[in-house]
């Protein structure tokens, strides 16, 4: 994607700045170093192709050049309030959810932040905090879209099936009659905008819940170090946990952290 038709499509946010890469190790490291130099409030840093892309838990995240999105925002928590950072990764997948509707899609979050399509992973979301003492900076919120098969990583380095807009999209053959990646960056920003003001309330809460994946089947929940639960997922908690019930019945709240959750085949 051409920088300045980049430029062009998201002229109408206010960004806080935006730094564009035809590569780079990765947007979040990029965007850190930026906040760390005192970037502002939604400042936005774009890569055509990240050579060392990170996903959660250490793991790798594949971006070759022109194949998917790549970009990372910096949030400043207006007062630092500390109380909206897990929320942060949730925002991030509604938003890329909702830009994803537009196109006439059905994705769904599967908790706490990874976006499916047709229960295959089209998109993650890796939002890193900075503190400094108690107060919180700013939060990173990266977030990568698998646009092309090219973005997809071959199975046996996958640890949940994963898919690209181009499979999901209904006859929409060949590649150049995608929906253009600006325009798609453009739509996940004014979803993120939109529901940014939104993050501690009822409504999010709600519109999260509503774009939940497996509600109502078994689910296998994994924390390194843990037993795997197991459980019908019902929800979310008023504070974002997830909601399951175990065969025996009783009511689980799993919290937000580095969870495994697929479902119970
Ligand atoms: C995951 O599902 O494990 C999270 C993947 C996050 C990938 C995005 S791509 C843009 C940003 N830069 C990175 O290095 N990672 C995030």
Redesign the pocket.
């Known amino acids: 994607m051409y920088e300045l038709s980049l430029r062009k499509a998201l002229a109408r946010f206010p960004l806080g700045g935006l730094r564009y890469f035809e590569q780079t190790a ?4 990029s965007a850190l170093d930026w906040a760390a130099s005192g970037a502002p409030d939604l400042a936005l840093v774009y890569a055509e192709h ?1 050579t060392a ?4 838990g250490a ?1 790798r ?1 594949f ?1 070759p050049a022109g194949a998917a999105l ?3 925002l910096v949030l400043r928590p207006p007062g630092g309030d500390p109380a909206s950072t897990p929320r942060i990764s949730a925002l991030g997948a509604l938003a890329v959810c909702e830009a994803l509707a537009e196109l006439g899609l059905q994705p769904e979050i599967k908790w706490p932040n ?1 976006v499916l399509l047709n229960r295959r992973k089209v998109s ?3 939002a890193e905090s900075v503190w400094i003492g108690s107060q919180l900076k700013n939060v990173i919120l ?3 879209v698998n646009v092309l098969p090219e973005a997809v990583p071959p199975p046996e380095q996958l640890n949940f099936p994963a898919t690209c807009l181009l499979n999901e999209l209904p006859g929409v053959q060949p590649p150049s009659r995608l929906p253009e990646r600006a325009a798609l960056l453009g739509q996940i920003l004014q979803a993120l905008i939109y529901w940014r003001s939104l993050v501690n309330s009822e409504s999010f809460l709600l519109a999260w819940e509503k774009r939940l994946a497996f509600c109502g089947e078994q689910v296998e929940i994994r924390v390194e170090g843990q037993p795997t639960l197991i459980g019908r997922l019902e929800g979310l908690g008023k504070d974002g946990s997830l909601r399951l019930v175990s065969p025996q019945g009783q009511a689980i709240s799993v919290q937000f952290g580095e969870v495994h959750l697929r479902p119970v085949v």
């Open positions: 990765s947007t979040n490291d990240q892309g990170r996903g959660r793991r995240w971006t790549a970009f990372s990874d993650g979301i890796l990266g977030i990568g």
